[in-house]
């Protein structure tokens, strides 16, 4: 009677441990059917991986490694290290919020020519142009000369790039623009031609320094006077020759299709900026950083901050060695403290952060070499483990025809910076101006122009100790910028109380706000004619 009893007692037994394991191997199959399930709901797009290690040579990531080298993506956290859903006073930050483009308002593209404009006269002679400067500037420049072409009816030859400047580039036109489209293009507006006729290759020409900033009677009077004497005019510089304002509307839309439709980048380069894209994107939405922290920039515009002895002498000098470069004693105190320094990497990771980005976020870096080497951009690395640069997401050889021609690596970064989903230039030059205006162009893409007074204040008080980083940094950082962000305003005239070249040079240049020239709101019932300031 015993002994049975212990039986029964321990089939109970036995029977329980079986029912727990049983419970526990059904809750756990459902629990990784849920992950399954997640997995399959994911887009088609999603299955897009970068190219294996084996392709293309990519490398772990470790933490001792060059910020510059190839790897693939690590696993991140959704949460940025000092920057915890920040959102003002609001405390919460809604990540689409945060990429959402500021509304353009309706402004469309506009370029059409006027129902009075022509099919360009018979030529009066031919106009060579000696583009000057990097990519951007020659690009402003091209597309200027194309404008005097039209007014002063000359036939365009395509212009010669800079080889002499500071870059040291051997590419010419073609090398970086798709010429045979360029020509046919603008075919209903400027006759172009490759080369200058033999007949006319030994001919006398008129030289000229084009004036800055100069209006189209300056054009249609003085520069046109030259046909008297001479066949061939050649403009021995193409940057800032054209005036901002007041020129005739058709003149400011050629301007428009010169910029934004005919002048292409060559088939090669436009193909390999592309993949870029394409494999940028495939570490989700990114910000394009034009971080502008290199030596040439920081030698001549004295910017010392956060740089050893060592450093700042080495700028110095190539400043004061440099015979074009008028301006050699700089206070880079006071430089820093007016904005007129870029942003170092260490900065713009707290700006970012401060801005609510998670570590998570891509970063692409647009920019030649860093100055300080791998070491400056540890703290940025740190914050934002994902940053990538063009060396990173293709393969030495697929980058082989374009390195050691410094405008062509250019026009890739400039590509990936149209395309990406923001836009932070870290200083107002060249490149940043003119990928401010295409994306403008494009439908107003958000573009978050750092007020760098402001922030430089806010950055001292972090490093003296007095502010730290988190909310009342992050709700003054998001505040000072609410209004920076690409949203449609009309293109600023110059600086009350300027005169003169300062007076020209004050106003924003035509390529960074093509707005009224060249944008035009659709018409709707509802229109709103106030624009937002930015």
Not at 185 to 193: F, G, H
Not at 389 to 403: D, G, H, T, Y
Request: a positive charge.
């Amino acid at each position: 009677m015993v002994m049975g009893v212990k039986r029964r007692c321990r089939t109970v037994s036995v029977l329980r441990q079986v029912l727990t394991c049983a419970i526990c191997i059904i809750a756990l199959v459902a629990l990784l059917s849920v992950h399954v399930q997640d997995i399959t709901k994911l887009p088609s797009d999603a299955s897009y991986k970068l190219p294996t290690q084996k392709d293309m040579g990519y490398q772990k990531l470790r933490r001792e490694r060059s910020w510059t080298q190839e790897y693939s993506p690590p696993h991140l956290s959704e949460d940025p290290p000092n920057a915890h859903k920040l959102n003002g006073a609001n405390g919460s930050l809604d990540s689409e919020k945060l990429w959402k483009p500021p509304p353009n308002r309706d402004y469309v593209p506009c370029v059409a020519p006027s129902s009075s404009y022509a099919s360009p006269p018979e030529s009066r002679g031919y106009l060579l142009v000696d583009a000057n400067g990097g990519l951007n500037q020659m690009r402003a420049g091209i597309c200027d000369m194309v404008a005097v072409a039209r007014i002063i009816n000359a036939t365009l030859v395509i212009p010669e790039l800079d080889k002499r400047s500071l870059w040291q580039d051997s590419s010419n036109f073609s090398n970086v623009f798709d010429e045979d489209h360029f020509i046919s293009s603008l075919a209903n507006d400027v006759k172009i031609i490759r080369k200058l006729p033999m007949e006319l290759t030994t001919a006398t020409r008129g030289v000229k320094h084009f004036r800055s900033w100069s209006g189209i009677d300056y054009y249609q009077e003085e520069i046109a006077s030259l046909w008297e004497e001479y066949q061939v005019i050649r403009a021995a510089k193409s940057d800032s020759r054209l005036a901002n304002n007041n020129l005739p509307p058709d003149i400011q839309k050629l301007r428009c299709r010169a910029c934004y439709e005919a002048l292409q980048f060559a088939p090669r380069i436009e193909a390999m900026g592309k993949l870029l894209v394409d494999r940028m994107r495939s570490y989700g939405r990114y910000i394009a950083l034009h971080l502008r922290f290199e030596k040439d920039m920081l030698a001549f515009s004295g910017c010392t901050h956060n740089l050893s002895l060592e450093e700042a002498e080495e700028l110095k000098s190539i400043r004061e060695n440099t015979t074009w470069w008028k301006v050699k004693d700089i206070d880079p105190v006071e430089q820093r403290a007016k904005g007129y320094c870029p942003l170092t990497p260490k900065e713009v990771g707290i700006f970012l952060g401060a801005l609510g980005f998670p570590s998570s976020t891509p970063l692409y870096i647009a920019s030649g070499e860093i100055y300080g080497g791998e070491s400056r951009m540890d703290d940025l690395q740190s914050r934002y483990p994902l940053l990538m640069n063009k060396e990173k997401l293709a393969s030495v050889e697929e980058l082989q025809p374009f390195i050691n021609h410094a405008s062509q690596m250019a026009a890739l970064d400039y590509i990936v910076s149209v395309e990406s989903d923001i836009f932070i230039p870290t200083y107002s030059g060249n490149m940043a101006r003119a990928v401010e205006g295409h994306r403008r162009f494009m439908g107003h893409r958000k573009t978050i122009l750092p007020d760098r007074k402001a922030l430089v204040r806010l950055f001292d008080k972090v490093d003296r100790g007095t502010m730290k980083e988190g909310r009342n940094l992050s709700n003054r950082v998001i505040e000072i910028h609410k209004r920076r962000q690409g949203s449609p305003r009309k293109r600023k005239g110059p600086i009350s109380g300027t005169k003169g070249t300062d007076r020209f040079r004050s106003e924003e240049a035509f390529y960074v706000n093509p707005l009224p020239d060249c944008l035009c709101r659709k018409e709707s019932p509802f229109m709103n004619a106030s624009l937002v300031t930015n």
